[in-house]
Nanobody, 122 residues
Framework: QVQVVESGGGLVQAGGSLRLSCAAS?????MGWFRQAPGKEREFVAA????????YYGDFVKGRFTISRDNTKNTMYLQMNSLNSEDTAVYYC??????????????????WGQGTRVTVSS
Protein backbone atom coordinates (compact mmCIF):
# COMPACT_ATOMS: atom_id res chain seq x y z
CA GLN A 1 0.00 0.00 0.00
CA VAL A 2 1.37 3.39 -1.02
CA GLN A 3 1.28 6.27 1.41
CA VAL A 4 2.61 9.79 1.19
CA VAL A 5 2.65 11.89 4.32
CA GLU A 6 3.61 15.55 4.57
CA SER A 7 5.06 17.31 7.58
CA GLY A 8 6.80 20.52 8.50
CA GLY A 9 4.07 23.09 8.00
CA GLY A 10 3.41 25.84 10.49
CA LEU A 11 3.38 29.56 11.14
CA VAL A 12 6.28 31.68 9.92
CA GLN A 13 6.89 35.39 9.59
CA ALA A 14 7.21 37.04 6.21
CA GLY A 15 10.76 36.77 4.95
CA GLY A 16 11.33 33.58 6.90
CA SER A 17 12.00 30.01 5.84
CA LEU A 18 10.37 26.64 6.27
CA ARG A 19 11.20 23.12 5.15
CA LEU A 20 8.48 20.68 4.27
CA SER A 21 9.02 16.92 4.20
CA CYS A 22 7.14 14.17 2.42
CA ALA A 23 7.64 10.56 3.43
CA ALA A 24 6.62 8.03 0.81
CA SER A 25 6.18 4.32 1.38
CA UNK A 26 5.47 1.51 -1.06
CA UNK A 27 7.87 2.50 -3.80
CA UNK A 28 10.04 5.18 -5.36
CA UNK A 29 8.10 7.69 -7.41
CA UNK A 30 8.43 10.85 -9.36
CA MET A 31 7.18 13.34 -6.80
CA GLY A 32 5.69 16.78 -6.71
CA TRP A 33 4.46 19.54 -4.43
CA PHE A 34 1.22 21.41 -4.98
CA ARG A 35 -0.51 24.02 -2.89
CA GLN A 36 -3.98 25.43 -2.42
CA ALA A 37 -4.53 28.85 -0.95
CA PRO A 38 -7.87 29.84 0.61
CA GLY A 39 -10.45 30.47 -2.10
CA LYS A 40 -8.10 29.47 -4.90
CA GLU A 41 -7.51 26.43 -7.05
CA ARG A 42 -4.68 24.06 -6.33
CA GLU A 43 -1.48 25.02 -8.14
CA PHE A 44 1.79 23.37 -9.00
CA VAL A 45 4.83 24.23 -6.90
CA ALA A 46 7.66 21.88 -7.86
CA ALA A 47 8.43 18.34 -8.99
CA UNK A 48 11.43 16.02 -8.97
CA UNK A 49 12.37 12.88 -10.86
CA UNK A 50 12.87 9.52 -9.20
CA UNK A 51 16.63 9.84 -8.95
CA UNK A 52 16.54 13.55 -8.13
CA UNK A 53 18.44 14.48 -11.25
CA UNK A 54 15.66 16.53 -12.80
CA UNK A 55 13.55 19.23 -11.17
CA TYR A 56 10.79 21.52 -12.35
CA TYR A 57 9.29 24.59 -10.67
CA GLY A 58 6.21 26.72 -10.93
CA ASP A 59 6.76 30.19 -12.35
CA PHE A 60 5.96 31.95 -9.08
CA VAL A 61 8.81 30.18 -7.24
CA LYS A 62 11.47 32.43 -8.79
CA GLY A 63 14.40 30.80 -7.04
CA ARG A 64 12.89 30.95 -3.56
CA PHE A 65 12.06 27.24 -3.20
CA THR A 66 14.24 24.17 -3.65
CA ILE A 67 12.92 20.64 -4.09
CA SER A 68 15.14 17.69 -3.21
CA ARG A 69 14.91 14.08 -2.14
CA ASP A 70 16.79 11.44 -0.18
CA ASN A 71 15.85 8.03 -1.53
CA THR A 72 17.70 6.29 1.30
CA LYS A 73 15.05 7.78 3.58
CA ASN A 74 12.19 7.65 1.07
CA THR A 75 11.69 11.33 1.75
CA MET A 76 11.25 14.42 -0.40
CA TYR A 77 11.78 17.99 0.79
CA LEU A 78 10.71 21.49 -0.13
CA GLN A 79 12.95 24.21 1.23
CA MET A 80 11.06 27.51 1.13
CA ASN A 81 12.85 30.80 1.62
CA SER A 82 11.78 34.45 1.48
CA LEU A 83 8.22 33.50 2.27
CA ASN A 84 5.46 36.05 1.88
CA SER A 85 1.75 36.13 2.63
CA GLU A 86 0.90 34.82 -0.83
CA ASP A 87 2.63 31.56 0.09
CA THR A 88 -0.01 30.87 2.74
CA ALA A 89 -1.68 27.64 1.66
CA VAL A 90 -2.10 23.96 2.31
CA TYR A 91 0.82 22.17 0.69
CA TYR A 92 0.29 18.73 -0.77
CA CYS A 93 2.79 16.04 -1.67
CA UNK A 94 1.99 13.77 -4.62
CA UNK A 95 3.56 10.79 -6.38
CA UNK A 96 3.48 9.47 -9.92
CA UNK A 97 3.71 5.70 -10.17
CA UNK A 98 5.15 5.03 -13.61
CA UNK A 99 6.48 8.38 -14.71
CA UNK A 100 10.10 9.33 -15.20
CA UNK A 101 9.82 13.01 -16.05
CA UNK A 102 8.53 15.47 -13.43
CA UNK A 103 5.44 17.38 -14.50
CA UNK A 104 3.10 20.12 -13.32
CA UNK A 105 -0.04 18.29 -14.47
CA UNK A 106 -1.76 17.22 -11.27
CA UNK A 107 -4.09 14.85 -13.12
CA UNK A 108 -1.12 12.56 -13.77
CA UNK A 109 -0.32 12.05 -10.08
CA UNK A 110 -1.54 8.82 -8.54
CA UNK A 111 -0.94 9.32 -4.82
CA TRP A 112 -1.69 12.31 -2.63
CA GLY A 113 -1.04 13.22 0.97
CA GLN A 114 -3.46 14.95 3.30
CA GLY A 115 -1.62 18.24 3.18
CA THR A 116 0.29 20.39 5.64
CA ARG A 117 -0.71 23.97 6.33
CA VAL A 118 1.71 26.86 5.92
CA THR A 119 0.75 30.26 7.25
CA VAL A 120 2.93 33.28 6.59
CA SER A 121 2.25 36.27 8.81
CA SER A 122 3.05 39.77 7.60
Amino acid sequence: QVQVVESGGGLVQAGGSLRLSCAASGGTFTMGWFRQAPGKEREFVAAISRNGGSTYYGDFVKGRFTISRDNTKNTMYLQMNSLNSEDTAVYYCAGRRFAVVPTSDESTYDYWGQGTRVTVSS
